[in-house]
């Protein structure tokens, strides 16, 4: 444990999920220590739904994150125009609203809602007001784009939807892919809430991060009456700008840093294809709390090292989406993930899990290719496309 005599041990700045993970999991294995979780905005995690397979995790992750689970599945399935495919793994979401009650009500006095800051150093943060706070060490947790990366883009807006009858959906829809592509790779995402509430998601990995609300909005419109619901209320509504990775150089990023350590976006700490981030912050919590030693140069040391191991883990993945983005046409792109989808099953899940083995690797790649041969080679050897900022 850090021994500090400032305001607190450790600081955590931005209240999203891979800090709050990070506040809740010491709450319950380390409780003497003094932890401050400073968050920007009324409350934790924004306005979003992070959805998981359960193969992602193991068994003790998957316990002490039950909490937090509102909704759980058996199974899920896709739709391209090739038909229809039902997956058996089960999938499960954690909306945002959950996440803040479980927490808030956890950590209490840690929690410091509407509290921006302005400066961040390895052992102390300037709040917007002026006032200093000291610890022993201080971890950004505020979703800036890493430095030195290059991405494509995963965006959507996504409504939660009360109909005025029963959906009919056996699962959650990861992809429907029967939409019309325009943009990119374009496939609605919906989460069967209870029989009568969906959340559904238009969703396109693009090449820019330009997010058209009004245009998607209508799309969803369409796509409820292409379902045959008739919609009763909107109950909520969430908007998503996801980095894909293509090629980059993290180590641009931790110089960037300062000294600081970074979770979550900054420290490319998701999965670089699909962008699901809740294994990675379940892994980094458990990082953090397994450490003896919290204080900032351990600590950013540890993380450091944690996140470029990952980033020499996942070439594979990066390679896989710069052939997305620079060898399929926008239009087309949907071919890449119809063939991904009729393989095996289990590889599908190590796929999601971030663990695909050698034969995996090579089932991916082998066989007739869904795009020009040449220029899923020369995506493989080029350089990527330039990096863009967030909005």
Not at 22 to 37: E, G, N
Not at 46 to 53: A, D, E, K, R
Not at 366 to 371: E, F, H, M, Q, S
């Amino acid at each position: 444990m850090s021994a500090s005599g400032g305001d607190a041990d450790l600081l955590l700045v931005g209240g999203g999920l891979a800090n709050g993970l990070i506040a809740w999991r010491l709450r319950q294995l380390r409780p003497a220590l003094r932890v401050v979780l400073l968050e920007a905005g009324e409350v934790l995690g924004g306005n979003h739904t992070w959805s998981f397979h359960v193969s992602d995790l193991d068994a003790a992750q998957h316990a002490w994150i039950a909490p937090l689970v509102a909704h759980r599945w058996t199974s899920h399935s896709v739709r391209f125009p090739a038909g229809e495919r039902r997956l058996e793994g089960g999938y499960a979401s954690i909306p945002s609203a959950r996440f803040h009650a479980v927490l808030t009500q956890a950590l209490g006095a840690t929690v410091r809602l509407r509290s921006p800051v302005t400066e961040v150093a390895p052992r102390s943060v300037t709040l917007a007001d002026g006032h200093q706070l000291r610890a022993g060490a201080v971890v950004d947790g505020r979703g800036i784009p890493a430095a030195g990366i290059r991405f494509g883009w995963q965006k959507f807006v996504g409504q939660e939807w009360r109909l005025q009858a029963a959906h009919g959906l056996q699962g959650p829809v990861l992809m429907d892919a029967t939409v019309p592509q325009r943009g990119g790779y374009r496939f609605v995402y919906t989460l069967p809430l209870d029989a009568r509430t969906v959340l559904v998601e238009d969703t396109v990995y693009a090449d820019g991060s330009a997010l058209d609300d009004e245009a998607i909005r209508a799309d969803i419109a369409g796509y409820l009456q292409a379902q045959g619901w008739q919609a009763q209320a909107l109950q909520r509504e969430e908007r998503g700008i996801l980095p894909i990775v293509l090629d980059g150089d993290p180590a641009l990023s931790w110089g960037a840093a300062k000294g600081v350590p970074r979770v979550g976006l900054a420290a490319t700490l998701f999965h670089p294809t699909t962008g699901y981030s809740l294994p990675d912050a379940v892994r980094v919590a458990d990082l953090v709390c397994s450490l003896p030693d919290l204080g900032a140069d351990s600590l950013f040391d540890a993380l450091r090292a944690h996140a470029l191991a990952q980033w020499r883990a996942q070439g594979f993945f990066r390679l896989l989406n710069r052939m997305l983005f620079l060898a399929a046409a926008p239009g087309e792109r949907w071919r890449v993930m119809q063939r991904f989808y009729g393989l095996p099953e289990p590889l599908v899940a190590r796929f999601y899990a971030g663990r695909p083995g050698a034969a995996d690797k090579l089932r991916i790649l082998i066989g007739k290719p869904p795009v020009p041969l040449g220029a899923a080679v020369r995506a493989a050897l080029s350089r990527p496309l330039a990096q863009e900022v967030l909005p």
